[in-house]
């Protein structure tokens, strides 16, 4: 039988990762956030369409999407492909107010175009976005004419920009030591309107070189040459003009890659690394500079043009000027608790300004696992833990606080590990988790199951649904199985009964079965409605007892238990499936509760029964289902007994929660 569950991603308060005790396995990842971002604003301003592919489809960009759409620019967006229809030189619209969400990428090149093509324009962002400066390019900005207001605190967002009076004969002088997105904004924003040649002269020490490379190879992608004096003075020529490339294709995303990479230096062998596809020697992303501190580590990295393949190696502390490759060197501080002896984190100041104070947030979360940690103004030194601490990690926000900590589940202690708020990857890696669970592999048994048996119309499958969905786990419906096997036995004309037991046993293993979030599906067929008829339940049932048929699909419920979790509803899902389950339910409600619960539903769904029939048959279900030879519905020895015939359902799934919560080691949050 081929079976697929295709889960639901519903917003979690917390995700708790088992621990990983192996990782391997190809990956393909996002398109760079970086990368994107700047294609789609020099797409936009640039004449002639652009097809980007492999786009990134975030948080972030999706905030420059929307800003540029707001500013009169048609984008045509088909998944991660989005043809941009180029406005030329400057907005269609010269009015609108911007919300930029926390996204550095989108609100500081914005302004620079904003600023010097003009208009009247609002940009904000969320309060951390208030709070990350950008005095130093509003100060350029202005020095080139520019009208510039801050709305709220000096030198911070959110901004008024109105149209200015050029002035460009000047050099403008910009700092390039506290962030380089400064250095960008003006690189992608002057070809706009040099009509004549441009200077900016960076004042002190350049950081994050290697963004700013980034931003020089689009430009020349778009048909404008930089020249360059080393990285203090750059100019732009006058007449520059960006011109659309035609096409272009966005590569992976380095700084995501980098969680990757660091999970097969930790946790990969050499016979099963870790591989990413469509990233290597080609790139260009500073970010992947990050291999080579990796492999300085001890880590096995192996790059071709265009792939990666990572294992692990004895893994030692170094000493690091990160200031290249800012993003990604906050893997290495997660890497750094599985290297032997300390490792310095030098250069680093800007982490400060970013999502977070990433140096304070990053040190205390490192702290919590049991490492030593010293934090300075620009520097950060971690010593591995000697003892493993079970952790709830906050993530302040950060998507890189949230997948760097991810790592932590590697470690030998074979802890689990808490992630708060881990919708925070959305900002530029939503599907972060899922590809984390598809590489690195956990021990069946430190994966948990909450189990919940009990008869029918108890309210198994309300509180499974309810319950899974804040876990962020999947949900095993076993009574679907079993109504599945059913009505395809019965489709096939085969006896529900002893007499068909072999026959409906060799059936199942060929049935394709798919369930897609509310759908069933059964050899292609949309089955979900079918299998909800008391007729299929009741067929059920008699299927359900015979031995052949539920050794069948012993291994497919099974197959459920992967990470992060399962939510197991049927009959013996503590008794014979999960027997090791941390929490076996048995739900139960008084025989009367249970028939007007589930007549209540079938009336909603416009079958018509009467009460008194209804009664009779779940009553006949139960008296099966709980004297048969085979997994009979009787509960575990050490169920959790829970009648909840004067229960609502919202006390049940609390109550339940607080059970849980009881039993996993990080206390009762959430
Ligand atoms: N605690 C409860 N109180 C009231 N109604 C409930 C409760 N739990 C479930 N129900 C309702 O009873 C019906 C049957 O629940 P369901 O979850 O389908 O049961 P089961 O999976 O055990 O057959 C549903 O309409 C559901 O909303
Ligand atoms: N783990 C399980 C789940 C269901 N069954 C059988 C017994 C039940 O009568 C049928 C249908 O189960 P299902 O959970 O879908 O039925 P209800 O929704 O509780 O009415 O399948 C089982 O034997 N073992």
């Known amino acids: 039988m081929s079976l697929t569950a295709l889960p639901a991603h519903p917003p979690v308060a917390f995700l708790d990762l088992p621990p990983v005790a192996r990782a391997g396995g190809r990956i393909v990842l996002p398109g760079s956030k970086s990368i994107s971002n700047r294609a789609l604003l020099l797409a936009a301003f640039c004449a002639g369409d652009t097809v980007l592919t492999n786009v990134l489809d975030s948080d972030d960009t999706q905030v420059m999407l929307s800003a540029l759409r707001a500013l009169g620019c048609t984008i045509k967006q088909e998944e991660t492909r989005c043809i941009v229809h180029g406005m030329g030189n400057a907005p269609v619209q010269r009015k609108a107010d911007l919300y930029l969400g926390n996204a550095g990428t989108a609100l500081r090149p914005l302004t620079a175009v904003l600023a010097l093509t003009g208009g009247e324009y609002t940009l904000r962002g969320v309060p951390r976005m208030h709070e990350r400066p950008i005095a130093d390019l509003v100060d350029a900005l202005r020095g080139l004419g520019c009208v510039i207001k801050h709305l709220g605190t000096p030198g911070y967002p959110p901004l008024r920009i109105q149209s200015p009076t050029l002035r460009l004969d000047a050099p403008v002088r910009v700092r390039g030591d506290v962030s380089s997105q400064f250095l960008t904004a003006l690189l992608l924003a002057l070809p706009l309107v040099a009509t004549q040649d441009v200077t900016i002269d960076v004042e002190g ?175 950060l030194r971690i010593a591995p833990p000697t003892c493993w601490k079970t952790a709830s990690i906050h993530t302040y926000d950060d998507h890189r606080m949230a997948m760097c900590c991810a790592l932590a589940a590697c470690n030998p202690a074979a802890l689990p590990v808490r992630i708060e708020q881990p919708g925070c990857v959305a900002k530029t890696f939503p599907t972060f988790f899922d590809t984390w669970f598809a590489v690195a592999h956990s021990a069946s048994k430190h994966i948990p199951v909450l189990c919940i048996d009990g008869p029918t119309a108890s309210g198994k499958g309300t509180l499974a649904a309810a319950l899974a969905r804040r876990l962020g786990y999947h949900v095993l419906d076993s009574g679907a199985l079993y109504r599945i096997a059913a009505l395809a036995a019965e489709r096939q004309g085969l006896r529900i009964g002893p007499e068909g037991e072999t026959a409906i046993a060799t059936l199942l293993p060929q049935c394709k079965i798919v369930f897609d979030q509310d ?21 059920a049932s008699q299927v359900s007892a015979l031995p052949a048929v539920r050794r069948a699909l012993l291994d497919v419920q099974r197959a459920f238990r992967t990470s992060p979790g399962l939510v197991a509803d049927g009959r013996d899902m503590g008794t014979v499936l999960f027997p090791d389950a941390p929490l076996k339910i048995f739900l139960n409600a008084s025989a009367e509760e249970r028939a007007r619960r589930r007549h209540a539903q079938l009336v909603a769904r416009g079958v018509s029964t009467t009460l008194d029939d209804l009664c009779a048959d779940l009553m006949e279900r139960d008296r099966r289902d709980r004297s048969r030879s085979v997994a009979p519905l009787v509960p575990a020895q050490d169920a959790v007994l829970l009648d909840n015939s004067a229960l609502s359902v919202e006390e049940s799934v609390e109550l339940v929660w607080d059970w849980w919560q009881q039993r996993r080691p990080f206390g009762l949050t959430g």
């Open 519 to 539: 759908k069933v599906w059964l050899d292609g067929a949309d089955v979900t409605e079918a299998i909800r008829s008391e007729r299929c339940a009741m067929l």
């Open 205 to 379: 020490e350049l950081i994050s070189r290697p963004y700013v490379a980034l931003t020089l190879h689009l430009l020349a992608r778009f048909g404008v040459v930089v020249r360059q004096a080393g990285w203090q003075r750059f100019t732009i020529p006058a007449g520059s003009v960006l011109r659309s490339p035609g096409a272009y294709a966005i590569e992976p995303d380095a700084s995501s890659a980098s969680y990757f990479i660091a999970l097969g230096a930790i946790a990969a062998d050499a016979n099963d690394p870790i591989r990413i596809e469509h990233l290597g020697t080609d790139s260009i992303q500073g970010d992947l500079r990050f291999v080579d501190a990796v492999r300085a580590m001890g880590a096995h990295v192996s790059a071709s043009q265009d792939a990666l393949a990572i294992h692990r190696g004895l893994l030692h502390g170094i000493d690091i000027d990160a200031n290249d490759f800012p993003d990604a060197a906050m893997t290495l501080a997660a890497l750094a608790l599985y290297a032997q002896g300390p490792t310095t984190l030098r250069n680093i100041a800007s982490w400060r300004v970013k999502e977070t104070d990433r140096i304070t947030a990053m040190a205390c979360e490192l702290r919590k696992l049991g490492a030593t940690v010293e934090e300075g103004p620009d520097f």
